[in-house]
């Protein structure tokens, strides 16, 4: 008898960790609004339809700097799946040192200023960078990571936002 109730036990706590891991976890975006380096401004309603994968990053991040050909390449090559990169400077960053680093390495995607920190804090404040976010078209949350581009995770998941 105690035997089938262990063994009972052991598929319960199975199952539930089952619907746990398949369990959906994204979350809304947060309503923010993105000030870009060009002077234009983007918003969460902008951004509906489109995937996007949002990059906090710094001036002094290596890996950041090293990524940003990396996301590049993504941003162009996936423009025909309705997805974006946006890079997001930390409100650390003096927009000067900022502006200079876009003009020298040219990320070829927009990139936005948080000056006030607005964006960092909607986000539940950034304390690593670089830390991303993917965004479903239908504006929530899918993911998020920190450290290097996980390129092949981006991809596979942006491939699954078709139809």
């Not at 509906?48 to 990396?70: H, Q």
């Not at 941003?75 to 502006?99: C, K, R, W, Y």
């Not at 680093?101 to 964006?119: C, F, K």
């Not at 965004?135 to 920190?146: C, E, K, M, V, Y």
Request: net charge neutral.
């Amino acid at each position: 008898m105690n035997a089938r109730i262990l063994a009972n036990l052991a598929l319960l706590l199975t199952l539930l960790g089952g619907v746990w891991l398949v369990w959906p976890t994204s979350r809304p975006m947060p309503e923010v609004t993105f000030n870009l380096l060009d002077g234009r401004t983007l918003s969460g309603a902008d951004l509906r339809g489109k995937s996007v994968l949002l990059n906090f990053w710094s001036v002094n991040c290596a890996v950041c700097l090293r990524d940003m050909p990396r996301l590049k390449q993504l941003h162009e090559s996936l423009t025909g799946q309705n997805f974006m990169v946006i890079g997001v400077a930390i409100p650390q960053d003096p927009p000067p040192a900022v502006i200079d680093t876009v003009e020298r390495l040219d990320p070829g995607y927009p990139i936005a200023l948080d000056v006030h920190g607005e964006v960092s804090r909607a986000f539940g404040g950034i304390k690593v960078t670089p830390t991303s976010y993917l965004i479903t078209p239908g504006g929530d949350i899918s993911f998020a990571a920190h450290g290097p581009l996980d390129e092949t995770r981006v991809r596979a998941t942006v491939l699954t936002y078709r139809g």
